[in-house]
């Protein structure tokens, strides 16, 4: 059975409609991987003899130390780039196919996992070279078996993170005061994290602990998606008790008044897009990073409108990334009506500017740091109104990826809000602002450096109208692309 599935999933990966529209984003998610590959490599290889003669230490000691935070960084990377197994399950559940094995084979999909893989290039040349260092073997193998144990249990624990809101909070309030009581020195939890990790070589009993742990979630995560493999339970959406809000006062903006009213009904209503809501909210203390420099290398001075980018583009970039993709359910049926593309996009674009001042406007308490920092948030604001909210728009003509809004449980259901050809879209709307400010900064002055980001941004929103028009040309290019990437249930 487990080889039809692989027969399956090959199928529906080769016949995808983005299979081979996407292909310069697949050689570049290639070279990513190469790339990640070789720095673990090096990293394995190298750690040991780095801290011997730097440190003078045991390397294995130092390792297991600071594992605990290599452990957390695992888990965030995890949770925002990693996608959860996908199947399409509801034809599956009207053959005879027990359902243990659809569950075991979509969890089994998760070892074979990049973000699993990646570390046993880490992780096994560092055993390597303990043992060429005259280490216990039996010790060596079993440390190396502990570690290898917890990073698997983080890829069970992304699972449920991305499926049960008690269990993300749970986690985050743990880990997140961990780190909380390490910064700020009121506990050095290494001197406990250390003895645990180390005890994986230094007894022969402990390491059953991470095997344990492993074992344990993976039971969890089979009894929960067990059940939740019902047509009747576990994949229909929850019902609650509708509320009416008309919105009247957006009707005197005609056909984008229409669009505008349903997106702020789908953010009021729906879970995910709820969650844009609350990371914008975090989104503007992430400046306070360099506003208190926190960071030293964020101490540079490009570096602080990078920050404003990010303190005033929380909105854009969470909700701005997945237009048209919210719409996804009834996009065939917009498309079938005589809808103007232009009013589509300018409502989209609205709201994200509207989001944008917002954020700006609660970003006023980085007046503490000093006008100078405040005025550089606002340009970064006026460059994500007038040039980054453009981008956000015709990145949403090319990234297909269609949402299942309507599905409150979907098990394994794809719920990321965010994905690899994202990210790599987003690397220009950070990357020009910082040039412009570079620029302007190095040739002649801080206040320059602000002013080019601004003019740049006032730029872009003095041309809109025929922005305007060359992203509606895409979008319509795009159009049956987009239609056909909406239909593909995995």
């Known amino acids: 059975m487990f080889k039809q599935f692989i027969r399956l999933e090959w199928k529906s990966f080769s016949r995808a409609s983005s299979f081979a529209a996407n292909m310069v984003i697949k050689v570049f998610m290639i070279l990513g991987a190469l790339y990640f590959t070789a720095i673990f490599l090096l990293a394995g290889v190298g750690t040991y003899y780095l801290i011997k003669k730097e440190l003078h230490q045991d390397p294995l000691v130092v390792v297991s130390k600071f594992v605990i935070f290599y452990m957390i960084f695992d888990l965030l990377i995890r949770y925002f780039l990693q996608k959860m197994p996908v199947i399409n399950i509801r034809p599956l559940l009207t053959l005879p196919i027990k359902r243990g094995t659809i569950v075991n084979f979509a969890l089994g999909k998760t070892a074979l996992s990049f973000f699993n893989i990646v570390h046993a290039f880490f992780f096994v040349p560092f055993s390597i070279v303990l043992l060429v260092e005259g280490y216990d073997p039996v010790n060596v193998v079993l440390w190396h078996i502990g570690m290898m144990s917890l990073i698997y249990a983080n890829n069970f624990i992304n699972i449920l993170i991305n499926d049960k809101d008690w269990v993300f909070w749970t986690v985050a309030i743990i880990f997140g005061g961990l780190l909380l009581i390490q910064y700020y020195s009121f506990f050095d939890i290494t001197l406990v994290t250390s003895v645990f990790y180390y005890g994986f070589y230094s007894t022969y009993y402990m390491a059953l602990i991470p095997v344990a742990i492993l074992a344990g979630l993976y039971y969890i995560c089979f009894n929960y998606f067990s059940k939740s493999l019902y047509l009747d339970t576990g994949l229909k959406g929850k019902h609650e008790i509708a509320e009416t809000r008309d919105y009247t006062w957006l009707n005197k903006f005609g056909l984008m008044g229409t669009f505008l009213k349903n997106d702020i009904k789908l953010i009021l209503r729906n879970?995910?897009?709820?969650?844009?809501?609350?990371?914008?909210?975090?989104?503007?203390?992430?400046?306070?990073?360099?506003?208190?420099?926190?960071?030293?290398?964020?101490?540079?001075?490009?570096?602080?409108?990078?920050?404003?980018?990010?303190?005033?583009?929380?909105?854009?970039?969470?909700?701005?990334?997945?237009?048209?993709?919210?719409?996804?359910?009834?996009?065939?049926?917009?498309?079938?009506?005589?809808?103007?593309?232009?009013?589509?996009?300018?409502?989209?674009?609205?709201?994200?500017?509207?989001?944008?001042?917002?954020?700006?406007?609660?970003?006023?308490?980085?007046l503490y740091f000093g006008i100078d920092y405040y005025l550089l948030i606002l340009a970064a604001a006026i460059y994500n109104i007038g040039f980054n909210s453009h981008l956000v728009l015709l990145g949403g003509a090319f990234i297909k990826t269609p949402l299942d809004l309507a599905s409150s449980k979907r098990a394994f259901g794809d719920k990321k809000a965010f994905n690899v050809k994202s990210l790599l879209l987003t690397f220009p709307k950070l990357l020009f602002p910082v040039l412009f400010y570079a620029a302007g900064y190095y040739l002649i002055s801080p206040l320059a450096g602000t002013t080019f980001v601004a003019i740049a941004g006032i730029l872009g929103f003095a041309l809109r109208n025929w922005v305007f028009k060359q992203i509606e040309k895409v979008y319509k290019s795009e159009k049956y692309a987009t239609l056909a990437a909406y239909k593909q249930q995995n």
């Open 271 to 366: 879970k995910r897009s709820r969650g844009t809501i609350l990371a914008s909210v975090m989104f503007l203390f992430y400046g306070l990073l360099f506003g208190t420099g926190a960071v030293e290398v964020y101490s540079a001075p490009t570096w602080k409108i990078f920050g404003g980018i990010f303190v005033t583009g929380g909105f854009l970039f969470t909700f701005g990334q997945f237009v048209p993709s919210w719409d996804s359910a009834y996009y065939p049926l917009m498309m079938s009506q005589n809808i103007q593309y232009r009013e589509y996009i300018a409502s989209k674009w609205w709201l994200v500017v509207i989001g944008t001042v917002i954020s700006t406007v609660l970003a006023s308490f980085y």
